[in-house]
């Protein structure tokens, strides 16, 4: 199910089309369980920016399964202990934070892909069912999705070594992040950020890799907009926000 679930996404993006998933935050399965049944592609456990453990991992990684969306984890790092214990817990691939270089996302990618990929330890786990699914697993560890995020000013620089890396899947910009390197933090009508975004696409178009954004408030129309403009790969907002939004007072109900 999980690994026909990214040979699924990897098809329409290698066809043109695009895939838009969410992203969640607060560590409970009946949560991954909603976000999960929410009609996503994907929807990525924060280990980043969440307070997630990594023996919760599991509960929630079959939640959103358990709604046909495959499982992904923005992993706090591009460590080799943080890229295998997410893939060890069953997820189908990652989104790795604050990349820079090439070289950093290709030692990423190694430690994310059992040999000959990579170099990830082989092993039973959670995501080949301790062993009863060794070897239809053997595939997906050859090639877990694999997202890089861009977000600072030396990653735009970096940009097409960072394409060339063989494994990655697309591009997640990171705009709070970005602008934040940049010294104008959530400004995103400032010229310099809109130019270091039209760099991002333009660079991405002629490399023929997909890239989105993460759009944090939901925004159906904004959400629209960038998918006509071009963008592949989009995160749409996050359980917390969705909460957030949803469980404001109603003004003028007392």
């Known amino acids: 199910m999980r690994f026909s679930k990214t040979k699924e996404i990897r098809a329409r993006l290698a066809s043109g089309g695009a895939s838009v998933g969410s992203w969640m935050q607060i560590p409970h399965s009946s949560i991954a369980e909603i976000m999960g049944a ?133 591009i997640l910009i990171g705009p709070y992040d970005l602008s934040a390197s940049m010294g104008i933090t959530a400004q995103f009508d400032h010229p310099n950020f809109l130019e270091a975004m039209a760099r991002i696409a333009g660079v991405c178009r002629k490399q023929n890799v997909p890239f989105g954004e993460h759009i944090v408030q939901p925004d159906p129309e904004k959400l629209a907009s960038r998918l006509k403009a071009g963008s592949r790969f989009i995160a749409y907002s996050i359980d917390a926000v969705f909460l957030n939004q949803a469980a404001k007072f109603p003004q003028g109900s007392k």
């Open 38 to 170: 929410s009609g996503y592609d994907w929807v990525a456990v924060d280990l980043e920016h969440g307070s997630i453990s990594v023996d919760q991992l599991p509960d929630l990684f079959r939640a959103i399964d358990a709604g046909g969306t495959l499982p992904l984890a923005r992993v706090a790092e591009g460590s080799a202990k943080d890229c295998k214990q997410a893939l060890e817990a069953g997820a189908g691939g990652l989104i790795i934070p604050m990349i820079e270089t090439g070289a950093q996302l290709k030692a990423a990618v190694e430690a994310s892909c059992w040999p000959p990929a990579g170099r990830r330890g082989v092993g039973f786990s959670r995501a080949n069912l301790f062993g009863k699914n060794f070897e239809r697993y053997k595939e997906e560890a050859q090639a877990p999705l694999i997202v890089a995020q861009i977000e600072n000013s030396t990653a735009v620089q970096n940009l097409e070594s960072i394409l060339k890396v063989e494994g990655l899947d697309a």
